[in-house]
């Protein structure tokens, strides 16, 4: 079983990371997120990045809407078919929603991207 950790080197942190991901990569709006992909270099480790507007709510809410993304991302980043940088955008309607509901959002966003590995 492969660790589930999200140390801090693999996440997007430059602004030029973010507007690179969005210009060149692919594009999938999948209910509460929009996830935008773009491939790296191969031997690199793959990289997320988490949006948050304030049209997600008050502090707390996006805070929770982060966590929520982030950890969808932690349990599956092993599922995803090569190095990526990935920037996750909440939407406004990600407020009150469950795990398992953002996690299928997550999941389908990934599949209309074609970033999963095939099923074994």
């Given at each position: 079983?492969?660790?589930?950790?999200?140390?801090?080197?693999?996440?997007?942190?430059?602004?030029?990371?973010?507007?690179?991901?969005?210009?060149?990569?692919?594009?999938?709006?999948?209910?509460?997120?929009?996830?935008?992909?773009?491939?790296?270099?191969g031997?690199?480790?793959?990289?997320?990045?988490?949006?948050?507007?304030?049209?997600?709510?008050?502090?707390?809410?996006?805070?929770?809407?982060?966590?929520?993304?982030?950890?969808?991302?932690?349990?599956h980043?092993?599922?995803l078919?090569?190095?990526i940088d990935?920037?996750?955008?909440?939407?406004?309607?990600?407020?009150?929603?469950?795990?398992?509901?953002?996690?299928?959002?997550?999941?389908?966003?990934?599949?209309?991207?074609?970033?999963?590995?095939?099923?074994?």
């Amino acid at each position: 079983m492969p660790r589930l950790r999200l140390p801090r080197s693999s996440r997007l942190k430059r602004q030029s990371d973010f507007q690179r991901t969005r210009v060149r990569g692919q594009r999938a709006v999948n209910g509460c997120l929009i996830a935008n992909a773009a491939p790296r270099p191969g031997g690199l480790p793959t990289r997320l990045g988490v949006v948050t507007s304030r049209k997600v709510g008050e502090a707390v809410g996006r805070a929770r809407a982060r966590r929520l993304l982030r950890e969808s991302y932690r349990l599956h980043q092993h599922d995803l078919a090569g190095p990526i940088d990935l920037v996750l955008v909440a939407r406004p309607s990600i407020a009150g929603k469950s795990f398992a509901e953002v996690e299928r959002d997550f999941l389908r966003a990934l599949k209309m991207l074609r970033l999963l590995k095939p099923a074994e």
